[in-house]
């Protein structure tokens, strides 16, 4: 799903970024996962029955922890006030740099 300022990003750079519909996956060749924002498969889509067991799972979520999540291989999963924090925290820790396009 995607909120309204995402739906608006994506409405002026779709043709700049590679985005698959979720159909147009063979989840049962994807080797690693990553959620963002959300720690539950179940919330994230329809997938989580096609993925392979051995799937390397990473999350970032700032949700509190609930019975149905995922059991992380790495990432962070602090209740701080935005994901994008933990984001923002990676990306320093890794010296990240970003391009003027992906720091829009």
Do not use: M
Not at 36 to 61: C, M, N, P
């Amino acid at each position: 799903k995607q909120n309204a300022a995402v739906k608006q990003f994506l409405s002026i750079y779709r043709d700049t970024l590679p985005l698959y519909e979720e159909q147009e996956i063979t989840w049962g060749e994807v080797d690693h996962l990553t959620l963002v924002d959300v720690a539950s498969l179940e919330r994230a889509g329809s997938f989580a029955s096609a993925l392979k067991e051995d799937v390397h799972i990473t999350v970032y979520d700032h949700h509190p922890k609930q019975p149905d999540h995922v059991q992380a291989d790495d990432g962070v999963i602090d209740e701080v006030g935005a994901t994008v924090t933990l984001l923002i925290e990676e990306c320093l820790k890794h010296n990240v740099t970003f391009t003027p396009f992906e720091a829009t």
